[in-house]
């Protein structure tokens, strides 16, 4: 390696948003920078509150730890053991070493607000299938919110969420009352996995594992109702894992989605370019960039600033 360092970043989301109870005003991360043979590769581990097993503290630590063996060897280090710290790593060691970049499907769009702007939002939109978060208002307000959207298009499809936020009385109202041939999946309804497969089986339900995937020493495995995997690379660790789980799932004909941890332009750029070689056919769940009050790097939007690397803190060079 030529030359590699380490920066820390925050930047601002336009409104506060809460991760599984942890309420943030920006996203703070750490950014890898790899350089050699004027080829330059970034990194981002950024553990997300609410949902990472490791804290950005412990990442940053590993990272400064790692640094100096980067610079001899131009491997993963078998120290690297967290999984935000794997995936920095691996990913801009696999960008270093890639040579093309596959064309890319757009994110299925991801609709935030009030229900109101939800429906707002929609019907600018030419997108036959969108992300929606539920388990966020009543039940009730969520089947209308549903029918809403199909009156505008009714062919639409959607990918539902609801981050184990529903007990198994608002699953099975749910469920039981909008047209699951339109949804293409519904990620963790409950807390439970075994009621979460028991609501497949009775009611049709086609689930999708996000939070299961993310337990510590999880493995791959067929489950009946079981429709997709959304995953979440910056949670899970190295790329080879990643590669591994995806192959499993193809096997049994499980979707495979990628999906964003709240991640900087850079880290969602990472995760496309991996999208397209790993998930060809499955349009990733990266629409979060909107969130952020500014880029990093590379500028991406018109709109908002960029960070130059002048301007994050510079914890290792060398």
């Known amino acids: 390696m030529n030359a590699l360092a380490l920066y820390r970043y925050a930047v601002p989301f336009h409104s506060a948003i809460d991760f599984n109870g942890h309420r943030l005003s920006q996203r703070e991360g750490l950014l890898v920078k790899l350089?050699?043979?004027?080829?330059?590769?970034?990194?981002?581990?950024?553990?997300?509150?609410g949902f990472s097993r490791e804290s950005l503290a412990e990442a940053q630590e590993q990272?400064?730890?790692?640094?100096?063996?980067?610079?001899?060897?131009?491997?993963?280090?078998?120290?690297?053991?967290?999984?935000?710290?794997?995936f920095a790593l691996s990913s801009a060691l696999?960008?270093?070493?890639?040579?093309?970049?596959?064309?890319?499907?757009?994110?299925?769009?991801?609709?935030?607000?009030?229900?109101?702007?939800?429906?707002?939002?929609?019907?600018?939109i030419d997108a036959k299938c969108l992300k929606?978060?539920?388990?966020?208002?009543?039940?009730?307000?969520?089947?209308?919110?549903?029918?809403?959207?199909?009156?505008?298009?009714?062919?639409?499809?959607?990918?539902?969420?609801?981050?184990?936020?529903?007990?198994?009385?608002?699953?099975?109202?749910?469920?039981?009352?909008?047209?699951?041939?339109q949804v293409d999946y519904i990620e963790e309804p409950t807390a439970s996995l075994e009621t979460n497969l028991a609501l497949a089986a009775s009611l049709g339900l086609p689930l999708a594992l996000d939070e299961t995937t993310q337990a510590d020493g999880y493995?791959?495995?067929?489950?009946?109702?079981?429709?997709?995997l959304v995953l979440k690379p910056q949670l899970i660790?190295?790329?080879?894992?990643?590669?591994?789980?995806v192959d499993q799932a193809d096997h049994n004909g499980v979707r495979v989605v990628l999906?964003?941890?709240?991640?900087?332009?850079?880290?969602?750029?990472?995760?496309?370019?991996?999208?397209?070689?790993?998930?060809?056919?499955?349009?990733?769940?990266?629409?979060?960039?909107?969130?952020?009050?500014?880029d990093l790097?590379?500028?991406?939007?018109?709109?908002v600033p960029c960070y130059s690397e002048d301007q994050l803190e510079c914890l290792w060079q060398g």
Do not use: C
């Open 259 to 294: 999906s964003s941890a709240f991640e900087s332009n850079l880290g969602l750029s990472t995760l496309a370019d991996l999208a397209a070689e790993l998930t060809p056919d499955q349009s990733p769940g990266l629409d979060t960039l909107d969130a952020f009050k500014a």
């Open 219 to 228: 493995r791959y495995q067929p489950l009946p109702g079981v429709k997709a």
């Open 297 to 303: 790097i590379t500028p991406v939007r018109q709109d």
């Open 132 to 181: 929606l978060k539920v388990g966020r208002v009543s039940v009730e307000e969520e089947i209308r919110l549903i029918y809403s959207l199909l009156e505008q298009d009714a062919k639409r499809r959607f990918r539902l969420d609801a981050n184990q936020r529903w007990n198994e009385q608002q699953a099975t109202e749910f469920a039981a009352s909008i047209p699951l041939k």
């Open 237 to 245: 660790g190295d790329l080879d894992t990643l590669a591994r789980m």
């Open 94 to 124: 696999w960008q270093l070493h890639k040579t093309h970049r596959l064309p890319h499907l757009d994110p299925v769009p991801l609709l935030t607000g009030s229900s109101q702007q939800i429906i707002e939002k929609a019907a600018n």
């Open 35 to 49: 350089e050699r043979d004027g080829a330059v590769a970034w990194g981002e581990a950024a553990p997300l509150p």
């Open 63 to 86: 990272l400064l730890s790692l640094m100096p063996t980067l610079k001899e060897r131009d491997l993963l280090p078998k120290a690297a053991t967290l999984p935000s710290v794997r």
